[in-house]
């Protein structure tokens, strides 16, 4: 089992969800933007990218609750440090 694959991989997932993140915030939000409204918009949009993809697992291929409720804790922790970059570097 090779760790190097699987951290590449998941890092371009995580740019993914960032890329989409950001045409999501910047289609909705112009410029200047309050960094509250940044923060909501791209942490709700990285929180889908991040966590519905785990319900399906739980619905279709029995994954345990316990297991897909981590993912989710998981998917909001990854979408609340999403969300503070992006409020940190949106332009003024």
Known sequence: FS???????????CLLVAIFAAYIA???LPAGSASGL???IVTCAAFMG????SL????????TLSST???LVDSV????VTGAVFMRLWPH
Do not use: D, Q, R
């Open 38 to 40: 940044v923060f909501c």
């Open 26 to 28: 910047g289609a909705a």
């Open 50 to 53: 991040f966590g519905f993809g």
């Open 77 to 80: 922790i990854y979408a609340l």
């Open 3 to 13: 760790m190097g694959k699987s951290l590449g991989l998941w890092f371009c997932f």
């Open 69 to 71: 409720l981590k993912n």
């Open 56 to 63: 399906p697992n739980h619905i279709w291929w029995g994954e």
